[in-house]
């Protein structure tokens, strides 16, 4: 399995830009997680879908942020309009079941910065 | 409030150097306690997975151990290839699939 794709690798917009980060979860992954990692704040959980319906939200951080999970291959994480803030490194993260503590596997991550 | 909190930070050891690092966390019931490794530039790598106290595992020169309290991630004889960042997670009950990490520490084993 190639494990959990992620593109664009790196990301460089200017502030008020669209931008869109992509998924894709390893096969068969019931669990999609959308994490993102920064010097200040650490690892922290974005968003996560269960059979493609988001599950919770809670982590994201306001309205310019969206999550959608179109089908069990794909899913989008969207921020408009960015902010300098918003530079950080998104991890996505699949998992085949959660009912006991399921590995979630990572993928490489986008580093996005936000001039 | 769930917490996890890593020391030290940073750890800086000779090839051949054992050592440990911790992990204390703060849970409302504890479903599965997480050690990643970490690659500058690269996602977490997954380690181990424990559930309950008393429970070890081991992986080459890691052992992993839990008490009720705080995870020790043990370096047996470290090598240059071990220095990367570790990072510790929980999954509490009641919290489907959300992990809540540490801030991680960083490790140098110098040749």
Redesign the interface.
């Given at each position: 399995d190639a494990g959990?794709i992620q593109s664009p690798r790196h990301e460089v917009t200017e502030m008020g830009q669209e931008v869109t980060l992509r998924c894709k979860p390893i096969s068969g992954h019931d669990?999609l997680?959308w994490y993102r990692q920064t010097m200040m704040r650490?690892?922290?959980?974005l968003i996560?879908f269960?059979n493609n319906v988001p599950?919770?939200d809670s982590g994201m951080p306001e309205d310019r942020f969206s999550a959608k999970m179109p089908n069990a291959s794909f899913s989008t994480l969207k921020i408009q309009p960015s902010e300098p803030r918003d530079s950080a490194v998104y991890?996505c993260?699949s998992?085949p079941l959660?009912?006991?503590?399921e590995?979630?596997?990572?993928?490489?991550?986008t580093r996005l910065l936000v001039l | 409030e769930d917490q996890v909190t890593q020391s030290p930070e940073a750890l800086r050891l000779q090839e051949g150097e054992s050592s440990s690092l911790n992990c204390s966390y703060t849970v409302s019931g504890l479903r599965g306690l997480f050690w990643y490794r970490q690659d500058p530039g690269k996602g977490p790598e997954f380690l181990f997975t424990l559930y309950s106290a008393g429970e070890e595992k081991e992986k080459e020169r890691l052992k992993a151990t839990l008490t009720k309290k705080e995870s020790f991630l043990h370096i047996t004889a470290p090598k240059p290839e071990d220095s990367a960042t570790y990072l510790c997670a929980v999954q509490a009950r009641g919290n489907t699939g959300k992990l809540i990490f540490g801030q991680g520490t960083t490790l140098q084993v110098k040749p």
């Open positions: 959990v669990y997680f650490g690892l922290e959980l996560y269960n599950i919770d991890f993260a998992s959660v009912s006991r503590g590995t979630q596997y990572f993928g490489p991550g | -």
